[in-house]
């Protein structure tokens, strides 16, 4: 049964929860609520654990032995997305007073069905080893301790990469406030060093790859929440620092959760190259040397574009440059490759390699970029390169952030002093290149020739294989293949050179000598109707002029 079958299809889908998305088979269950436990509105009422914060707070309160699970009874991690999708999820447990760090049940008051559950938080990012993450139901708000034992698994995870996260933004508090430009093995090794959580969690750089999306939008939440609380923003750049534009590179991630800023706009033009368009006005050239006449698409689709807090560095026109910029949440770093959308769109996307991000006198946001080249495009045109391949023009441009489509893989070789290098193999029996297949080499490392291998192939006599198929020169034929043959292969009555051609065409066209040939009406007839040297019946079989196809019936 193939992907395509629409009963497969239909089986995968009833296979998962239509709440938490996870495999019904394999999603672990909830057992059931605490003993003698009651409803949220009435727990948090007891005043034996309610302290009072006033009428703009909601009540506080400690939590332990929890377990967090949605409407069919299925234990749920917090990271699992269902929060963000406004999916009802749960939460049972016993509730403490807030001042209370006991993670054992006594002195608890069993409670069930907190929720549904609007948010999930984690802080203390002011040093040691305590990770504290938090809930918020519309009722109250609720600090985790201990897990229960059902939910161990899913919670184990859940706080290493929030302990994960906890330890790389202070890392990057203490960087930036001390002025340093740390790297990304600077982190790994920070991470090492890092003190166990209190639960026994042991970080590795491992892990730093693993959850890389939730620390980076962890990073992004931190970075918006200090720029809203802080006159001068310029200072939080942490999204732009060296390790974690490291960080995005190695894990390979695309997306990451958009980052608030006042620099977020619709970049929206209902009319393409339209004059009086600020971003098209505004578009300079770093470099005047270049004159390039590319248009750029004004787009007329909605996209979401903002960048990072903004660096300290500048540009050449003293424009403030970002370290990153986000468009519709991908993420798009300098120093990577991007295909850019033309105005005219039968023109294929291009490649370029973007230098910088900045924004111009009208405050839209602007790209730097390298151009890159098709081979058609120059002049050794598109049959002598490689499909992929493209070339390094010495030309640069300011472009919309809009034009940007998504991002490119390009790799660059290097020649490494004097070393040859090769792409094909060289077939002189036909005068043609063929690509080398991938993992043959010549040599093999048990000293087995591959070439004499492929050549005793081709050397070999037919033999049959089955009663359907033959091998001929290392090619396997089946019943019912087309072939080519060779014109020996037959004995006709007229051999198919030049003179029987040059007859049976006078013939059909009715012209008899070729003194009767009009010179201006057929300037080319030399080349139609003059005896090809050598070309009579004797030497007919020394010249190929083509193949006969055949098909094969049997064998």
């Known amino acids: 049964m193939t992907f395509s079958d629409p009963k497969r299809i239909r089986i995968e889908e009833d296979a998962r929860c239509t709440k938490c998305n996870q495999w019904i088979d394999r999603a672990l269950r909830y057992s059931g609520h605490p003993e003698d436990s009651q409803k949220e509105e009435t727990a948090i009422e007891n005043s034996s654990i309610r302290v009072d914060l006033g ?61 549904p559950i609007r948010q999930w938080w984690n802080g203390g990012f002011d040093g040691g080893s305590k990770n504290i993450i938090g809930v918020s139901s519309e009722l109250a708000e609720f600090y985790l301790l201990n897990s229960s034992n059902e939910y ?43 003190e166990p959580e209190h639960g026994g969690i042991v970080l590795t750089p491992d892990a730093l790859v693993k959850h890389s999306t939730f620390v980076v939008n962890q990073v992004i939440s931190y970075d918006n929440a200090l720029r809203e609380d802080e006159e001068d923003a310029s200072l939080y750049t942490m999204m732009a620092s060296n390790c974690i ?27 393409v190259d339209c004059p009086s368009c600020k ?92 151009w890159f080249s098709n081979a058609e495009d120059s002049i050794i045109g598109k049959k002598t390169h490689q499909e992929k391949e493209i070339f390094l023009l010495n030309e640069c441009e300011d472009i919309p952030i809009s034009a940007i489509v998504r991002k490119a893989n390009v790799i660059r070789y290097e020649p490494k002093g004097n070393c040859f290098f090769y792409r094909f193999m060289y077939n002189g029996k036909y005068c043609r290149f063929e690509t080398c297949k991938n993992g043959v080499d010549v040599l093999c490392s048990n000293g087995q020739c591959e070439m004499c291998k492929i050549t005793e192939e081709a050397e070999e006599p037919p033999s049959m294989i089955g009663s359907n198929k033959i ?37 059909n066209e009715g012209i008899g000598s070729e003194k009767d040939i009009d010179e201006d ?18 030497n007919s079989k020394s010249i190929l002029y083509w193949y006969h196809q055949k098909y094969y019936q049997v064998i």
Not at 92 to 104: A, E, F, H, N
Not at 305 to 330: F, H
Not at 477 to 500: I, M, R, T
């Open 521 to 538: 009406k057929y300037p080319e007839k030399y080349r139609k109707y003059k005896a090809t040297k050598n070309s009579g019946p004797k």
């Open 55 to 115: 009428d703009d707070h909601l009540p506080q309160f400690r939590i332990t032995s929890f377990s967090f699970y949605d409407r069919e009874n299925h234990l749920v991690s917090l990271d699992s997305g269902i929060i963000e999708k406004n999916e009802e999820l749960y939460m049972s447990g016993y509730l403490k007073i807030i001042t209370c760090d006991d993670p054992s049940e006594k002195e608890g008051i069993p409670v069930y069905d907190i929720g």
């Open 471 to 507: 091998k001929f020169e290392g090619v396997i034929y089946h019943v019912d293949d087309a072939v080519f043959l060779s014109p020996d292969a037959f004995n006709f009555k007229y051999s198919y050179n030049g003179e029987v051609e040059r007859k049976m065409r006078r013939l």
């Open 245 to 271: 534009m490291d960080l995005i590179s190695f894990s390979g991630v695309k997306k990451f959760k958009s980052q608030t800023s006042d620099n977020v706009k619709n970049a929206v033009c209902p009319v």
């Open 279 to 370: 971003r098209f006005k505004s578009k300079k050239k770093l470099d005047n040397s270049v004159n390039s006449s590319s248009d750029f698409l004004c787009s007329d689709e909605h996209v979401q574009i903002s960048l990072s807090s903004p660096m300290t560095e500048y540009n050449p026109y003293g424009m403030q440059l970002y370290g990153c910029a986000s468009i519709d949440e991908e993420i798009y770093m300098r120093s990577e490759y991007a295909m850019i959308r033309p105005t005219d769109h039968s023109i294929p996307l291009c490649v370029a390699f973007l230098v910088s991000f900045y924004k111009d006198e009208d405050d839209y946001p602007m790209a730097h970029i390298v």
């Open 152 to 194: 161990i698994p899913l919670w184990n995870e859940v706080q290493e990469k929030s302990y994960l996260a906890k330890v790389v933004i202070e890392f990057l508090e203490h960087a930036r406030d001390n002025g340093l430009d740390i790297t990304y093995e600077d982190l790994a090794n920070e991470i090492c060093d890092a």
